[in-house]
């Protein structure tokens, strides 16, 4: 046993007391507390060897280094002792890999005797061989983490019933305004519902003898052109209920409209194109020619400079702001061409989509005048729409799945597809926020969808607006 210093101390201090004639009972406080004393001092200057000290600084394992690279011997351990940083590695394997424990070098790529921080490299070895496990992946993998698909609620938030909505493919009966207005062609009246008070609104009665065929809101969302089953086009003051203006020219019935920055386009059964110019006192500007079957689909790209236009002839033209001709010809779908969409990311992308007989949406750059891809749906495309927020399109579909369906683009990839309507879904529009879209079927409803994320945030985690809240009338 070893003598403990501390007793010497005691005793001399003891006897130095008695020589002082102390009486015994001041004797033994005075020992115990200069005992104490003296026990805190020498405990903070002298430590037994067989007691661990421990201290909230991290010291490095001198176990694992290679002291060779630098010409140095590696120091003995202390009484055989792991150090506690290989303590540490040990329980992390276990805790990582069960009793199963790989070695180190099966771990970390590395053996037990490199040090991660060297001043010798190995230029030749390749990036991969640096992965946090040592994996042997293919070049060009990343490491970074994977994002999770965006959620889209695959209920719509909101129905609206719509009566006498029509069940025909080559009609275009809704549109959404810039005003956040939408309007609703339904048999011979027009209604508008405004989508933040929900009022609706009755804007006109075309009577017995006509029926309308397409609605279309100008640019600033407040006044819209109204097609009719007689050949006739009318324009509307939405704010005041009152139609300013109405422009004929077509033979017969005028099922698809655009609007451009100032001119308002018509395409109608009778095979034409008219171009009208709301300022001018005539009816039209030009007449455009091409087609050889009902125009269905109309589209001005984003810069006014190209007109789109589908027929039942199965071609897809593409007209400039001059042309009374088509400068572009495609005729690659093999159905009705009612679908179209200009891409609001890249000039000249334009999407067209087929109906029963083709079922496919094709991509064109009408700036080089190539043909890009083409994808089969599986079913009637009826209608595209491109998200302004994003580098994504929804299409809607007919016979025989009547389904939407939002894609990622150019990969054309399905982020989701929605279902809900027991017939074709025939009309498509898009808020002027560009999240939510409202969709319209025979099975006379009107549907709205959140399938796009916001401008701004972008979040890819929050169901915006999927809460439901109830089924009610447009008229």
């Not at 940083?85 to 009793?99: E, K």
């Not at 180190?104 to 390749?126: A, P």
């Not at 334009?350 to 700036?367: H, P, Q, V, Y």
């Amino acid at each position: 046993m070893e003598e403990d210093p501390n007793a010497s101390n005691v005793t001399t201090m003891m006897n130095s007391s008695s020589e002082l004639n102390l009486s015994p009972s001041m004797n033994t406080p005075m020992v115990s507390l200069e005992s104490r004393i003296n026990r805190l001092i020498n405990a903070n200057q002298s430590q037994s060897p067989s007691r661990s000290i421990y201290s909230d600084r991290f010291i490095p394992s001198r176990s694992g280094s290679n002291f060779a690279l630098f010409d140095l011997s590696p120091s003995p351990s202390k009484d055989g002792k792991e150090d506690g940083a290989g303590s540490y590695a040990t329980l992390l394997r276990a805790a990582m890999f069960g009793p199963e424990t790989p070695e180190k070098t099966d771990i970390t790529g590395f053996s037990s005797s490199r040090n991660i921080f060297r001043f010798k490299t190995e230029t030749h070895r390749s990036l991969n061989s640096f992965s946090p496990f040592g994996l042997d992946e293919a070049p060009g993998v990343s490491h970074s983490p994977v994002k999770s698909p965006r959620k889209v609620p695959r209920s719509p938030y909101k129905v609206l019933d719509a009566p006498a909505l029509q069940d025909d493919f080559y009609l275009n009966l809704v549109d959404w305004s810039a005003q956040n207005v939408l309007a609703v062609g339904l048999g011979n009246c027009v209604y508008l519902w405004n989508a933040c008070s929900s009022k609706v609104t009755k804007l006109c009665d075309l009577g017995t003898d006509d029926s309308v065929c397409s609605v279309g809101w100008a640019v600033r969302g407040t006044h819209l052109a109204v097609g009719t089953s007689t050949g006739k086009v009318q324009i509307w003051d939405a704010s005041r209920c009152k139609r300013t203006r109405t422009m004929e020219g077509h033979r017969l019935r005028v099922g698809a409209l655009a609007w451009g920055s100032s001119v308002l386009s018509s395409g109608s059964r009778d095979k034409s194109i008219l171009q009208r110019d709301i300022r001018c006192q005539e009816d039209h500007v030009s007449k455009l020619t091409g087609h050889k079957s009902e125009v269905c689909g109309l589209k001005w790209s984003y810069d006014n400079r190209e007109l789109a236009s589908g027929g039942n002839d199965n071609r897809l033209f593409v007209w400039n702001q001059h042309s009374t001709q088509p400068v572009l010809k495609y005729s690659e779908h093999t159905a009705a061409v009612k679908a179209i969409a200009w891409s609001p990311h890249v000039h000249g992308l334009l999407a067209s989509g087929g109906g029963t007989a083709d079922r496919c949406i094709r991509f064109w750059n009408t700036t080089t005048n190539t043909h890009l891809s083409s994808i089969d749906t599986c079913s009637q495309v009826c209608n595209l729409a491109w998200s302004k927020n994003v580098n994504e399109l929804v299409s809607t579909h007919g016979y025989s799945q009547n389904q939407i369906i939002v894609w990622k683009y150019p990969t054309m990839s399905k982020i989701a597809t929605l279902t809900g309507h027991t017939y074709r879904v025939l009309y498509l529009a898009v808020s002027p926020d560009g999240q939510t879209i409202v969709t319209g079927a025979g099975d006379e409803t009107l549907r709205f969808w959140n399938v796009f994320p916001s401008p701004k945030s972008q979040n890819t985690d929050n169901e915006i607006g999927s809460s439901f809240f109830g089924r009610t009338t447009i008229r």
